[in-house]
């Protein structure tokens, strides 16, 4: 396992990836302090990133996994890692899936998604095998028929979920009728998505001696791990891994970092594991408080850079790119409001501001763009895993502001209130 210093890490990537060397050149070879370097801008992080004439990475790919980042269709996204990097990431996780509230003998059905270079099957997979303890290993996937899920468990007397909340509420649906069967479950794992109490008071309702709803930890095919589950901590509430990253909350009106518990920012992430695609000061998209300072986090949310919908991400640059497509120079400015629908899926409402008056007509045509320009949206809205998309137009005065700045809030998340 190998695990850089922040001077080594910095200096490599300086020296072998364009894009590094070109965010660090006002920056001296030496003595200036890390919290002084700048923040990636995950726009042009991913515009560095490509197929071809990568100015990204520090090398050649010629060993290792890749793998699609962010479920996007738009730009080409991938993420690279290294093999030792990829047992280096997979070891910390798993190492810590005992904090988490794993135990010997605990019987996991593997509910994450795999293939079309999605990460999260092979993931867990992995980590469950580089853990200290002893699981079995049930490797079902988020893909497989409800029935043939509820006859492994059945059959098996599988006691752990481990899968995306909408995988697992749909697989709770379906066992309503069966309690005794729901009974097997003691504990369920989830990641990928945010669980909120909506879908929580329904997993401990069908699965009343399910003692531990938790996340199975925090992380990111961008990034790497950002942080293990903590079975006796708050809901949300994950630890820093202190030996091989470094995770800032950083303010987002001053620039500053956050040191101090309770106070809301920007995740600012840093992998000192990994070299070919090295990740330095990289925005992951979500909001957090500091519950123990340097130690313990909370999620709160996503930040402006873009949106999460179940199993759906789109970034607001995609977002930005599809009205431009489909609306042109009539766009002063657009607003994302995420929260709950009464059906309790997310829903995205996209407030935009025209330079004139928009019809019905109008209106339907944003959203059939949208689908087409975002199958996965479609896909995912046709499932019943996120509500349908409402496109409102309205005046710029309409358009919710941060009341210290006045800056326009390009997305709002309700879903954490």
Not at 66 to 87: C, D, I, N, R
Not at 121 to 128: A, D, G, R, V, Y
Not at 287 to 313: D, N, Q, S, Y
């Amino acid at each position: 396992m190998t695990i850089y210093s922040v001077p080594d890490l910095i200096k490599f990537a300086r020296e072998k990836s364009d894009y590094y060397r070109d965010l660090y050149t006002k920056f001296p070879q030496h003595d200036f302090a890390f919290h002084d370097l700048p923040i990636v801008s995950a726009e042009n992080f991913w515009r560095a990133n490509t197929l071809e004439d990568n100015h990204l990475l520090t090398g050649p790919v010629s060993s290792g996994v890749v793998f699609k980042s962010g479920g996007t269709t738009g730009l080409p996204k991938f993420s690279v890692f290294l093999k030792e990097e990829w047992e280096t990431f997979t070891k910390c996780f798993g190492e810590e899936f005992k904090s988490a509230g794993f135990q010997n003998g605990d019987k996991v059905a593997n509910l994450f998604y795999a293939g079309e270079l999605y990460a999260s099957f092979l993931f867990i997979t992995k980590s469950m095998e580089q853990t200290s303890l002893d699981l079995i290993h049930y490797p079902l996937s988020g893909a497989a028929k409800l029935e043939s899920m509820i006859e492994t468990i059945h059959s098996h007397r599988i006691n752990v979920l481990a899968g995306v909340p909408t995988t697992i509420i749909q697989l709770a649906h379906e066992l309503t009728s069966r309690p005794q069967m729901a009974r097997l479950i003691t504990k369920i794992f989830y990641g990928g998505e945010s669980l909120f109490p909506d879908q929580r008071a329904i997993l401990s309702r069908v699965f009343p001696c399910a003692r531990i709803i938790s996340s199975i930890g925090y992380a990111s095919v961008d990034g790497g791990h950002l942080g293990f589950a903590i079975a006796d901590g708050a809901h949300g509430e994950h630890g820093v891994f202190r030996d091989s990253t470094i995770i800032e909350i950083i303010d987002n009106e001053t620039g500053k970092a956050i040191t101090k518990p309770g106070i809301q920012g920007r995740l600012i992430y840093t992998n000192l594991t990994r070299s070919l695609m090295p990740i330095i000061r990289y925005p992951v998209g979500d909001e957090a408080v500091w519950t123990v300072p340097g130690e313990r986090f909370i999620i709160k949310g996503r930040t402006e850079e873009g949106i999460r919908l179940g199993p759906v991400t789109i970034t607001s640059e995609e977002i930005r790119q599809i009205l431009d497509q489909c609306l042109g120079n009539q766009v002063m400015a657009f607003q994302s409001i995420i929260e709950r629908a009464s059906s309790s899926l997310d829903k995205l409402i996209l407030k935009i501001a025209l330079t004139s008056p928009a019809s019905t007509e109008l209106s339907n045509a944003v959203e059939a763009h949208f689908m087409t320009a975002r199958p996965m949206l479609k896909d995912s809205i046709l499932k019943q895993l996120v509500a349908p998309i409402q496109i409102h137009f309205c005046k710029l005065t309409e358009l919710e502001k941060n009341p210290r700045t006045g800056k326009l809030c390009i997305v709002i998340d309700k879903r954490f209130n």
